[in-house]
């Protein structure tokens, strides 16, 4: 198990802020003491020994454990520690890593399946204060025929920022470590330590070695196969294996049925679906495998998962060859609200039913964008297909339904990993709608960049105590000297947090329309102060009190000169606009709005969303994929819930400066959760909806 640290031992990571006294963005540091005025004095680890201490604002650190400093210590590269921590359930999972747990590390030869065999102590302790780094000891997969007979390969030394995913291999109890030392690729002294959590549950027979290659054990199969199912082999090292049946039939020479399943990893030995020379199905190389039909059994990472029985009877679902439409205003209500309603979730699944809830429940938008003939034809794309004609014909969908498009994503840890909206909503419209990024952003360099969602980034000092959407937007955009190339289809703006622990703030105000207008590369720009043809651009005036704080300013040269003589702008950089950005003549602009239509919001990992089912103001319900649970862990079931929240359109159809006067105290419970708990608002283009 981790070692116990002491009481007066606190950790810390730098996330943000300019350099203070010995202390950068991404320096990992041990609390000395706290000043009143909300200062960390504190030691600086470089390696695994401490420099002289520093001081560091509070709130420009994120406190760690000691194990997870120990982690992020072996990360030598303060970029990629930063971008671990910013993808919280990764790196939760990297931290509760047991022995014999199946990973993805990254490799000169691309991504690789392996299995954790040790955790490492990097370094050597002389003096109490020294922090051991630690890194994890990988053997990597080999599942061709003739791997028993090869001569096992030296493990390798990877750090947590190498590990790029994490499946859970419920290990019998009972670790057993070997002392001693190891040879390391980097020659650093390295010694094996038994500090590895034990995740140990569900304990897997082993069976006996069969002569079918990698595969191992009697008959386990108790279940009816099909293609679709979704299943798990052992191999005769031990290892599981999880994939997609793709096939099933009688191999050319065999008597028997026999499964050709499409693995969740690529592994060497395995084809693309050819077996013998003849092809069964397609699949990407080294992921298919066939075994018999009896050697396959239910993946255990679902539990003992059955179709929940709702407390109302759901009647069969017959997919017809139309696509269902949004569901209308009129209809939604009665569809939609209540229990066992909407996507019903099961094993940390809650980050794919909330954006799949938010995109296609009620907006036409993501219609248009991703229908596409060639779509039709790829699997995940025809699951996503049922599972939205469910919701909008049903208002229901099970969670069966879900796991599959779940596996065929790759969305494939279960219990100790999610993912989060974002990296979702990018392989969503990378792997299953195969459409170019939706937003378009270019620097100040000329450089374009595509993305598919939008992450703000500022310092929180540039902002209020409550800001909302449309200044965080305006200020991050002009701090980072971007623009939108285009207006977009769809614009999914990402808040400034760091998973559900940190937030920059405590609360922020939604803006139920976002005005583009101005962050527009070839957008005609209008004076601030005389709407006359704008020729200057300042970010320090984004602040200013005496300007309405938080829109963005533009001045023709006779207000830019202006301006800034009084003595509190005199130091401003104002930016010459481009011409093509100025307006060719002066006369009325034309504005380039987004339309709010739902809300992503997380609370202690969990997350939920606020969606507008139609135009009208009060139009909006809340929905929460696993609101209650009917039974235990092992044989119960989610009950997803959906709640009609007309207070939600009341509060945000008040004045802005109204707003933000409010105490979120003072609000109506889904109102405040509202404005505590946004994580990424989602916006629409109204000429595509």
Not at 393 to 407: C, H, I, N, W
Not at 612 to 617: H, L, S, T
């Amino acid at each position: 198990m981790e070692a116990k640290t002491p009481a007066n031992d606190k950790y810390f990571i730098v996330i943000r802020g300019k350099s203070r006294k010995g202390f950068c963005r991404g320096c990992i540091g041990r609390v000395e003491t706290e000043t009143p005025h909300g200062e960390i004095m504190g030691l600086l680890y470089a390696t695994g020994s401490p420099k002289s201490g520093g001081i560091v604002a509070r709130e420009d650190t994120y406190p760690l454990t000691r194990h997870q400093a120990q982690l992020l210590l072996f990360i030598s590269n303060i970029g990629r520690r930063l971008e671990l921590l910013c993808n919280p359930q990764l790196f939760s999972a990297i931290c509760a890593l047991a022995l014999d747990d199946l990973v993805v590390v990254k490799h000169r030869k691309g991504p690789l399946p392996g299995v954790v065999r040790n955790l490492m102590q990097v370094g050597r302790k002389e003096s109490k204060d020294d922090l051991h780094m630690l890194g994890f000891e990988v053997e990597f997969m080999d599942f061709d025929s003739t791997l028993s007979s090869k001569k096992p390969a030296p493990l390798l030394l990877f750090s947590a920022a190498d590990i790029v995913q994490v499946v859970p291999s419920y290990s019998p109890v009972g670790l057993h470590w070997r002392d001693g030392r190891s040879e390391s690729p980097n020659k650093r002294a390295v010694t094996r330590i038994n500090s590895m959590p034990n995740l140990g549950s569900n304990t897997l027979q082993r069976g006996n070695h069969t002569e079918e290659g990698v595969i191992q054990g009697s008959s386990v199969s108790q279940v009816p196969l099909e293609v679709g199912s979704i299943v798990e082999v052992e191999s005769t090292t031990g290892i599981r294996l999880y994939g997609v049946v793709r096939w099933l039939g009688v191999l050319k020479g065999k008597r028997n049925v026999w499964a050709g399943i499409e693995l969740d990893y690529e592994i060497n030995g395995c084809s693309d679906g050819t077996c013998a020379g003849q092809r069964y199905f397609s699949c990407k190389g080294n992921r298919a495998l066939f075994v018999p039909a009896n050697k396959c059994s239910p993946d255990s990472r679902l539990g003992c998962y059955e179709e929940p029985a709702p407390t109302s009877p759901v009647p069969p679902f017959e997919d017809s060859a139309e696509d269902a439409p949004p569901i209308p205003e009129s209809e939604a209500l009665s569809l939609l609200v209540g229990r066992m309603k909407g996507i019903q979730g099961h094993v940390n699944s809650c980050y794919l039913d909330a954006t799949l809830f938010s995109l296609f429940s009620s907006s036409l938008t993501l219609d248009n964008i991703c229908r596409k003939p060639a779509d039709t034809e790829k699997p995940t794309a025809c699951t996503l297909r049922k599972i939205v004609n469910r919701l909008r014909r049903q208002g229901f969908v099970p969670a069966d339904s879900v796991a599959l498009f779940r596996r065929q994503l790759g969305c494939d840890t279960f219990r100790t990993e999610e993912k989060d909206p974002e990296e979702f909503i990018t392989l969503l419209f990378q792997k299953v709608f195969s459409v170019e990024p939706l937003l378009k952003l270019r620097s100040a360099e000329g450089t374009s960049q595509g993305t598919y969602t939008f992450q703000i980034f500022l310092e929180k000092e540039q902002m209020g105590a409550m800001p909302t959407v449309q200044q965080l937007l305006d200020t991050s955009c002009l701090s980072g000297d971007l623009k939108f190339e285009e207006v977009p289809s769809c614009l999914m703006v990402q808040m400034p947090r760091f998973g559900n622990k940190y937030k920059m703030f405590s609360h922020i105000i939604p803006s139920t329309e976002l005005d583009i207008t101005d962050l527009l590369c070839h957008s005609q720009r209008e004076c601030f102060i005389c709407g006359r043809s704008a020729e200057h651009e300042c970010l320090q005036c984004l602040p200013d009190r005496k300007l309405q704080p938080g829109r963005i300013k533009q001045y023709c040269s006779i207000c830019n000169s202006q301006v800034h003589k009084h003595p509190c702008r005199q130091g401003h950089d104002p930016k010459v606009l481009t011409a093509a950005a100025s307006r060719a003549a002066d006369g009325p602009v034309s504005r380039s709005t987004m339309e709010l239509f739902a809300v992503l919001c997380i609370h202690t990992s969990h997350y939920v969303c606020f969606v507008k089912y139609g135009p009208g103001p009060r139009s909006w319900i809340f929905f929460d994929s696993m609101a209650d649970r009917c039974g235990d862990d092992q044989n119960g079931y989610n009950i997803p819930e959906i709640r009609a929240c007309p207070e939600v359109g009341e509060f945000l159809s008040r004045p802005e400066e109204e707003l933000a006067r409010t105490d979120p105290g003072q609000t109506p419970d889904l109102v405040r959760r509202l404005l505590c708990d946004s994580y990424m608002f989602l916006y629409q283009n109204p000429t595509e909806s």
